[in-house]
Every structure is written in structure tokens, then in C-alpha cells.
């Protein structure tokens, strides 16, 4: 049995300001043909309120990294509380990353000695393991800042169960999480990323970038009729 797996990082990568941009980025940073990918695929969009985001209207959602990351649903709800720690060791072992919804409070509070009272979903990156300390390498955002902690392996499966229990009692939530990841959601970066256009791909990026592009937006009621223009 492998007794220690720590995957490739990258802790401050190139968006830290969305959380699940951050998961993404610190694993496809990791990859020399990422630049490219990045030149041709992200963009950074503000609307009239001065709001900004990763995106094109919207942030970028999971099926827009498909193109650069093997992106597998773990099927949460069939990986028991009881499998949960074997079945992250097991992935890593494969060279995925794992992303799962965990009640991040309480994952906060064990960590630095903390006392946030409401439980909070939140996605936690994992990408490595100690089996002799019973610990997972995590980054995890704290003061603004995401840092590399250890996590005890039961109290990571505790924050998993917290999650997992409320998934169970409601599969709705699971959907509704599914823009930025699946309850739990393997990655890893795909063998090959085809860049052969990129030129002509950062000619015309560059041409949007010295004289802008402004996106209209409409909304319509139930009845079909024009609600708002922004």
C-alpha cells in the first residue's frame, strides 16, 4: 500500500478571487500548455454595475473545462460515509484530484480552533494523503487567503457525513450545486490539449481586448413581454 501521495499543486494560482475557478486553476496550472488554454478560453466579463466575473455573461460553469480536464461524477450519494476515506485514498492513487461538497464550518472550526456556529456547504480540493499521520493535504480558505492545512482523515469524513446526510435527505441540492461541480467530482488534467489555431485565436482576443464588446441582455415576463434591458 502506498503509505504517502501528495499530487501537484499550485496554492496561489492565477484566479484566487471564485473559489471554484481556484479548484480548477490550481490543478490545470500544473500543465505547460495551460497559458494557451487560458488565451483562448477565459475571459474576464463586468457588467453595468461594475460586478465582475470569469465568464461570458455568466462565470464559467464545469462543462467549460472539459476541453483541458478529464472531469468524472464520483456519484456522492453511492460513496457511503464508511467508504469515503479508502475511496479518496484510491482515487489519488489514480492521479485525480477530488472536489467535494463538505460542511466547510465545521472543517474551519477543526482546523484553526474556530467556533462558526451555522453548518455551510462548501466544495474542499483534495490532492494528496499521509497514511502514517491519518491526514489529507487540503487548501483551504481562511482570511481571505487559501493555505495548505492537513486534515485529520475523520475529521475530513465527518464534514463529508454532515453533507452527505443532508444530499441524502434532499437530492435536490445536488442539482443546484451542479454549475460549479458535482457532489463530489474527480479531476485530473486530459494527456493532450490541441492548440493548433491559438495564433489566430489571440489576434481576434486581442482585438475584443483594444476596443471592447458590449452584450446586451433581455429579460421577458410570463406573458413574452420585455421586462428589462441591461
Known amino acids: 500500500m502506498v503509505k504517502k501521495m501528495k499530487l501537484p499543486i499550485v496554492i496561489k494560482p492565477f484566479v484566487t478571487s471564485e473559489c471554484f475557478t ?15 488554454w487560458a488565451i483562448r478560453n477565459f475571459k474576464l466579463y463586468l457588467d453595468i454595475y461594475g460586478e465582475s466575473s470569469y465568464g ?8 467549460h473545462f472539459e476541453n483541458f480536464l478529464d472531469i468524472k461524477d464520483c456519484k456522492m450519494l453511492n460513496v457511503s460515509i464508511d467508504k469515503f476515506i479508502d475511496y479518496i485514498i484510491d482515487k489519488i492513487d489514480n492521479g485525480y484530484y477530488i472536489i467535494v461538497d463538505v460542511d466547510y464550518n465545521f472543517l474551519i472550526n477543526a482546523v484553526f480552533n474556530l467556533e462558526l456556529s451555522e453548518p455551510g456547504v462548501h466544495e474542499v480540493l483534495i490532492y494528496g494523503y499521509d497514511n502514517d499521520k491519518k491526514v489529507f493535504f487540503v487548501p483551504v480558505l481562511y482570511k481571505g487567503i487559501f493555505r495548505e492545512v492537513t486534515v485529520d482523515f475523520n475529521i475530513l469524513k465527518k464534514a463529508y457525513s454532515v453533507q452527505f446526510t443532508e444530499y441524502q435527505a434532499d437530492k435536490s441540492n445536488l442539482f443546484f450545486r451542479r454549475y460549479y461541480f458535482f457532489g463530489m467530482t474527480a479531476i485530473k488534467i486530459k494527456d493532450n490539449y490541441s492548440s493548433a489555431n491559438i495564433m489566430y485565436d489571440f489576434i481576434v482576443r486581442l482585438g475584443y481586448e483594444a476596443k ?8 421577458f415576463d410570463e406573458n413574452e413581454k420585455l421586462s428589462n434591458t441591461y
Open 212 to 219: 471592447g464588446k458590449i452584450v446586451e441582455i433581455s429579460d
Open 56 to 63: 461570458e455573461i455568466d462565470s464559467y460553469g464545469l462543462s
Open 22 to 36: 481556484f479548484s480548477k486553476f490550481a490543478v490545470m496550472q500544473n500543465s505547460p500548455s495551460f497559458p494557451m
